[in-house]
């Protein structure tokens, strides 16, 4: 004969296997709710979906003529993508834009993005491609040697609005006066016509203005050297796989030498040589 004690005991062992049960029945239900990851996807799709921004040589640069891509950042993922036997896919797109492309999953990743602090509340970075250094531009005449011969009150400053050369001039050069614009090209614009007596910009960047139009001055790298890190962004994924297959990548092809190739190449597509870049610049 079954007690009372026992009879409460099935029914409680009967009510645990019914949400077990229920549990398993709706799993599969969640997890096909669940987006796909972005590792998941690029290794389905076999496309690895990149932003393209014209006119930022080194690192995009669109040929009017055929639409063939090339720089920096396109010549690093065609060789991830290669890595994850995929293609590339380039949709054209913005700096600015670009972050709300991964957001939307335009794009799987963003090459060449600074991890600002309102950046990485919206999307995640990888380890840094390279640091990428602080320089200037000085007008025919003007040497400064340090960051300290900057940061007086009779110096101008320019520098693109919002840009990380603003942000950097406004932490470091409290004392300099500051030329604020709203595009780089206005800064180089306010060195050249005397508005300005050097402008900041990242060393990639300075080198192709300076090749441009070597008018404008020339590329001083103040001391002590200061650098920003340069990254790629990817989505806030539950599933970590595809930041951490790119960290791992970056790690090797930086052991491989391959990053510096990538780095040179691009340059050579604004006819900068390696022995046009200053002694001591470090990418």
């Not at 590339?88 to 834009?97: A, P």
């Not at 011969?149 to 942000?167: M, R």
């Not at 002590?224 to 090797?252: I, K, M």
């Amino acid at each position: 004969m079954v007690n009372r004690r026992e009879i409460g005991s099935l029914v409680g062992l009967g009510a645990a296997a019914a949400a077990i049960a229920a549990s398993s029945a709706v799993s599969p239900a969640l997890a096909q709710s669940q987006p796909e990851s972005t590792f998941a996807q690029i290794r389905r799709t076999k496309k690895l979906r990149i932003a393209g921004i014209v006119g930022t040589e080194p690192y995009y640069h669109k040929d009017i003529a055929t639409g063939q891509w090339s720089g920096f950042c396109v010549s690093m993922a065609t060789e991830l993508a290669k890595a994850m036997e995929a293609e590339i896919e380039i949709i054209e797109s913005t700096w600015g834009n670009s972050v709300l492309d991964l957001q939307a999953n335009k794009i799987d990743i963003m090459f060449g993005l600074s991890p600002t602090p309102s950046r990485a509340l919206i999307v995640e970075f990888t380890r840094p491609i390279m640091n990428n250094t602080f320089t200037i531009i000085a007008k025919p005449g003007f040497e400064p040697k340090s960051w300290d011969d900057l940061n007086e009150p009779e110096v101008k400053v320019a520098v693109d609005i919002g840009s990380t050369h603003d942000l950097y001039a406004r932490r470091t050069l409290p004392k300099a006066t500051l030329v604020a614009l709203k595009s780089p090209d206005e800064a180089v614009l306010a060195v050249q016509s005397g508005r300005a007596d050097c402008l900041i910009q990242v060393a990639m960047l300075s080198l192709v203005t300076v090749k441009k139009n070597a008018k404008v001055g020339k590329v001083i790298i103040p001391t002590p050297v200061a650098a920003q890190p340069t990254c790629c962004g990817v989505r806030v994924d539950s599933d970590t796989r595809f930041r951490t297959y790119v960290d791992n990548w970056l790690e090797y092809s930086r052991a491989l030498g391959a990053l510096r190739e990538w780095i040179l190449g691009s340059l050579s597509l604004v006819n900068i040589q390696e022995q046009d870049i200053p002694p001591g610049l470090q990418f």
